[in-house]
Nanobody
Framework: QVQLVESGGGLVQAGGSLRLSCAAP????????MGWFRQAPGKEREFVAA????????IYADSVKGRFTISRDHAKNTLYLQMNSLKPEDTAVYYC????????????????WGQGTQVTVSS
């Protein structure tokens, strides 16, 4: 079964930065869009950011625009999420996902998911 493996989560103070990574050991998602979603305790999973295969197309949730940057490195087969100016409300489990279709913010468009990495932002 294809796996996506996230890393880079942790505990950070408000205003700090973290960089999440998502690797796909043994699999290249050629032509796939990839995205980041997050889920806070007691809340539904929500879209964070997505990037197309060519990396020329990126979309962001309004709540993270200007603070988060999504990128991908085809040579390393890795997806990244650079998170700056973190806020306590960014606290959540962050999931990466891959989808064979368009670059969208809809979880239903992504067929492959990782197990998630915890990000906790203290005030």
């Amino acid at each position: 079964q294809v796996q996506l493996v996230e890393s880079g989560g942790g505990l950070v103070q408000a205003g700090g930065s973290l960089r999440l990574s998502c690797a796909a050991p043994g699999r290249t998602f050629s032509g796939y869009a990839m995205g980041w979603f997050r889920q806070a305790p007691g809340k539904e999973r929500e879209f964070v950011a997505a990037i197309g295969w060519s990396a020329t197309e990126t979309i962001y949730a309004d709540s993270v625009k200007g603070r988060f940057t999504i990128s991908r490195d085809h040579a390393k087969n890795t997806l990244y999420l650079q998170m700056n100016s973190l806020k306590p409300e960014d606290t959540a489990v962050y999931y990466c996902a891959a989808g064979a279709g368009r670059t969208t913010g809809w979880a239903i468009d992504y067929g492959y998911w990782g197990q998630g990495t915890q990000v906790t932002v203290s005030s």
